[in-house]
C-alpha cells in the first residue's frame, strides 16, 4: 500500500538555505563591529535587519521541517495508518476510512503538509514536510469513499 513519509531532501534543502543566510548574516555583523572599510555605516540599519529576520524565518522553517521526520502514514485495507517513532512520543494508531472527513494537502513556500480530518471530536492528524505520490491521494479518497459513499470529490481537497 502506498505511504507519506516525511521528505529528507526537502529538510537538507531549507536547512542549507539557513545556514547560507546565517553566513551571510555572519559576514554583515563582522563588517560592522571589525570594519576595514568604511561599510560599517551602510550596514548598520536595513541590511542587516533584513537579514536576521531571514535569518529567523529560515531556522523556524527547518525547525518545522524537521520535526516529523519520525511519523510515517500508510493506507490499508481498514482505513489509514498512522505511526509516530519518535522517542519521546510513540503513537500507532489506524484511522478508520468511515472516521476521515477529509484528507488535505497543503503546500507553503517550503514545503507540503498533509492533515487528516477527522469527524469527532474535531481531531487532526498532520504530516510535515510530507513526500507523496498523486496515487497516494487517489487511494485514500477512493477508500474514504468507499465506506461512506460520498462523491469522489468530497474525501479529498487538494489545497
Request: charged share 20%.
Amino acid at each position: 500500500m502506498p505511504q507519506a513519509t516525511w521528505n529528507p531532501a526537502q529538510y537538507l534543502s531549507v536547512m542549507s538555505w539557513a545556514m547560507f543566510s546565517t553566513t551571510i548574516t555572519s559576514i554583515l555583523l563582522a563588517l560592522i563591529f571589525f570594519p576595514f572599510t568604511n561599510l560599517g555605516a551602510y550596514l548598520a540599519g536595513w541590511p542587516i535587519g533584513l537579514s536576521i529576520t531571514v535569518n529567523v524565518i529560515l531556522f523556524i522553517a527547518a525547525s518545522l521541517a524537521r520535526r516529523d521526520q519520525y511519523v510515517c502514514v500508510s493506507l490499508t485495507a481498514d482505513g489509514i495508518r498512522y505511526a509516530d517513532e519518535s522517542e519521546s512520543y510513540r503513537r500507532n494508531e489506524l484511522l478508520r476510512a468511515s472516521d476521515i472527513k477529509k484528507i488535505r494537502v497543503r503546500r507553503n513556500p517550503f514545503f507540503k503538509s498533509l492533515t487528516i480530518d477527522m469527524k469527532e471530536d474535531n481531531q487532526r492528524f498532520f504530516l510535515s514536510n510530507v513526500s507523496l505520490t498523486e496515487n497516494f491521494l487517489t487511494e485514500a479518497n477512493a477508500l474514504i469513499n468507499q465506506t461512506t459513499g460520498d462523491a469522489p470529490q468530497t474525501g479529498l481537497q487538494k489545497a
